[in-house]
């Protein structure tokens, strides 16, 4: 499928989104509503497996929400579609690995749809921020997930300065899983794609549910969820046929035929 502003490219289990919105890849409220037709049409198509997301260029992956669309009456709490802003970041029932693919700037709500994927890949020229703070507002999804994700102090910093991170620091917080030449940027997340799209769905769904739904738990009380089959998706994957399938490929001595059921 090809849109102006949301180009996807589909190679076999892996979907590509590109964000193409020159000069800086910002996001209106038709763009957002965009994105999050994309993903929720990833989320339920059974063939898709694993989404990577990248922005067009080498010099932003997004400058995050368009401040030229706000001026033009666009509110911040307008209606971002299905996903909300940038398409995934309110998705419900996403439970596929999502990877970021960062090309260059992530800025503000751009920083904050990096923090809504699962792995992040970032060019060595990549940098991170949230200018939020000079404009007198707040990162909302950025303040509840960035001291989850990086040590508080650090999070904090970034929050209360504004300041920019380099991808190398990103990486020595734990921010970003690699940081890669960007000539390299999308063949290592093709290559990350294919090893994911090869693993079993049904337990990368059982993670992500298991992870969203028990973070605000206490330890017990969330091991009782899981091991008590009260999640849909460990249910449903205590019940599968792929559930077996590990078991049996390991006592044949061949590699296992995940099917997703």
């Given at each position: 499928m090809t849109d102006d502003v949301v180009r996807t490219r589909r190679d076999g289990a892996v979907l590509e989104v590109v964000l193409d919105r020159p000069k800086a890849n910002a996001i209106?409220?038709?763009?957002?509503?965009?994105?999050?037709?994309?993903?929720?049409?990833f989320r339920d198509d059974p063939d898709l497996r694993v989404a990577i997301i990248t922005g067009a260029g080498e010099t932003f992956f997004s400058a995050g929400w368009d401040l030229k669309a706000a001026a033009g009456g666009e509110?911040?709490?307008?209606?971002?579609?299905?996903?909300?802003?940038?398409?995934?970041?309110?998705?419900?029932?996403?439970?596929?690995p999502v990877i970021a693919a960062i090309n260059?700037?992530?800025?503000?709500?751009?920083?904050e749809i990096a923090l809504s994927t699962d792995l992040i890949l970032a060019a060595e020229h990549a940098?991170?921020?949230?200018?939020?703070?000079?404009?007198?507002?707040?990162?909302?999804a950025a303040t509840l997930k960035l001291p989850r994700r990086i040590p508080y102090h650090i999070a904090m910093d970034l929050l209360y300065t504004g300041r920019w991170m380099e991808a190398v620091e990103a990486a020595h917080w734990g921010l970003v899983n690699e940081v890669v030449p960007a000539d390299q940027l999308m063949t290592r997340?093709?290559?990350?794609?294919?090893?994911?799209?090869?693993?079993?769905?049904?337990?990368?769904?059982?993670?992500?549910?298991?992870?969203r739904e028990t973070q605000d738990l206490p330890f017990q009380d969330a091991l009782d969820r899981i091991t008590g089959?009260?999640?849909?998706?460990?249910?449903?994957?205590?019940?599968?046929?792929?559930?077996?399938?590990?078991?049996?490929?390991f006592a044949e001595k061949r590699d296992p035929v995940w099917k997703g059921r």
């Open positions: 209106d409220v038709a763009t957002s509503r965009k994105m999050g037709d994309v993903f929720a049409a509110v911040v709490d307008s209606d971002y579609g299905v996903g909300g802003f940038g398409g995934l970041q309110e998705l419900p029932g996403l439970d596929k260059g700037m992530a800025v503000g709500g751009g920083f940098r991170f921020c949230l200018p939020e703070i000079r404009a007198g507002t707040i990162a909302d997340a093709r290559e990350l794609a294919a090893l994911l799209a090869g693993g079993p769905p049904l337990v990368y769904a059982a993670i992500k549910e298991v992870l089959r009260k999640l849909p998706s460990v249910d449903r994957l205590y019940s599968s046929d792929d559930h077996l399938e590990g078991p049996r490929a």
